[in-house]
């Protein structure tokens, strides 16, 4: 599949999870509004276009670690948010699931 990044932007991106955040496991768990899972859904958007072509599992621990300086996160951890930060990045390079 062609990377999402390359036809979709940020904000399409935006949309799609604003509308369907609420579907995922973690979210509905956690009972957290919308405001707090974008940051983890654009970190992992913009990850996924950073690291194109590499597989998650090779660029997660760089990617907790990232998240400490990322600008957007706001106080959450990145266990907080990984879940969701994997979800955006399964979108974009195409291996999203409705059930994980």
Do not use: F, I
């Not at 600008?71 to 969701?84: D, I, L, P, Y």
């Amino acid at each position: 599949m062609a990377d999402r990044s390359d036809a979709y932007g940020w904000d399409e991106e935006d949309a799609y999870w604003t509308a369907n955040y609420r579907n995922r496991p973690y979210a509905s768990t956690n009972r957290q509004d919308y405001g707090y899972y974008r940051p983890a859904y654009r970190y992992g958007y913009e990850a996924a276009g950073r690291y194109k072509g590499r597989k998650w599992e090779d660029v997660e621990s760089d990617l907790s670690r990232s998240w400490k300086t990322y600008e957007h996160r706001g106080t959450s951890t990145w266990e907080q948010m990984k879940e969701a930060v994997r979800d955006a990045w399964d979108r974009v390079t195409g291996k999203h699931t409705v059930s994980r």
